[in-house]
C-alpha cells in the first residue's frame, strides 16, 4: 500500500515562493511516474505538474514557467517549487502515484495524499 504525505503549505501573499514536498512509502518511488494535482475552492481537481521516472517533466500551461517539480530518490520524495505565486494559485494540493494513461489527467493517478493548503492573498 503506498502512502503520500505532503508538507509545506501556507498562506502567502502573491508574488510569494512555497515549495511542497511529499514523502512516498514503498520500494517502488524510483520507477513510478508522479504528479501534483490541485483542487481550487469550489472546483474541480486540475493537473499541476508531472515528473515522470526518468526525471522528464510536464507541466499545466497554467504554471508553467513558474512552478518546478523535482524528486529525489534516495528519499522518496517529490517536490513542487512555486514562485511567483497568484491568488488564482490558491488550491489544495495534492500528491499523487500515475497509475494509468495520461499523465496530465488527474484520473490516470490511482495513490493520492491528504492534501496540503495553499492559500495566496493578493
Known amino acids: 500500500q503506498v502512502q503520500l504525505v505532503e508538507s509545506g503549505g501556507g498562506l502567502v501573499q502573491a508574488g510569494d515562493s512555497l515549495r511542497l514536498s511529499c514523502v512516498a512509502s514503498g520500494d517502488t518511488f524510483s520507477r513510478d511516474h508522479m504528479g501534483w494535482i490541485r483542487q481550487p475552492p469550489g472546483k474541480e481537481r486540475e493537473f499541476v505538474a508531472a515528473i515522470t521516472w526518468i526525471s522528464s517533466t510536464l507541466y499545466a500551461d497554467s504554471v508553467k514557467g513558474r512552478f518546478t517539480i523535482s524528486r529525489d530518490n534516495a528519499k522518496n520524495t517529490v517536490f513542487l517549487q512555486m514562485s511567483s505565486l497568484k491568488p488564482e494559485d490558491t488550491a489544495v494540493y495534492y500528491c499523487?502515484?500515475?497509475?494509468?494513461?495520461?499523465?496530465?489527467?488527474?484520473?490516470?493517478?490511482?495513490?493520492w495524499g491528504q492534501g496540503t493548503q495553499v492559500t495566496v492573498s493578493s
Open positions: 499523487a502515484r500515475w497509475t494509468s494513461g495520461r499523465v496530465d489527467r488527474p484520473s490516470s493517478y490511482g495513490y
